[in-house]
């Protein structure tokens, strides 16, 4: 399901309630980078990318990491030939696919995680990992020419996944409700990872970190809850058995 070679990890939210920018996943980042001291940033997700980039280089530097923006360089693809390792961060999900998409970047990403690259996501950053943006829940601010996305891995992320409030009086759709429209008209398996939690993909292995279960959902089947560090490969196999809980 996930070629040997690809290193990601994939992170639901940057900030969670009570923590700093990525406080939360520190732990997890530093141990996916392992020896290597610098990252390229992908800012495109936010309009003030000048901001963003200062203060996401601050949070790695605080880490022990040198972090340069993309959007800072004359030579883009180059930039990311030369990468130890690159983090997309999040934002608006259709203006950074369009972002990727105006700078020709779709391609160059892909070779290079292919080749070993570890790519760290967050947010609308782990959403361009999949195949397309579809299953965001952003407006769509800017119009993207296409919904295809990196497709570094077989299926598809709903970050931010908040489960239904029975004691709410909104009637609009859940994320739940969201995700099953999607999976009416399309194939891929859609992992619901909740605030705090991060996948980590590397070794033919897709494990959930952090505090919570995921939600596993499947075409035409009932959603499964996915335990903390478990391998949610079969899970998200075509016609695999269900090994996680039924809920």
Known sequence: MIDDARRLLLISNSTLHECRYLDHAEKEILDFVGPRTSVLFVPYAVYDRRAYATKAQERFREMGLSLASIHDVSNMPRAIDEAEVIFVGGGNTFRLLKG???HDLLGPIRRRVATGMPYIGSSAGSIVACPTLKTTKDMPVVQPPSFEALGLVPFQISPHYLDPDPASTHMGETQEERIMQFLEENEEPVVGLREGSLLRVQERTVVLK???????????????????NSNLCPLLESKAPPVGRVA
Do not use: S
């Not at 952090?210 to 903390?228: H, M």
């Open 100 to 102: 990727l998409h105006d």
């Open 210 to 228: 952090g505090p919570n279960t995921a939600r596993i959902f499947r075409r035409g089947e009932k959603p499964l809850e996915a335990v903390q």
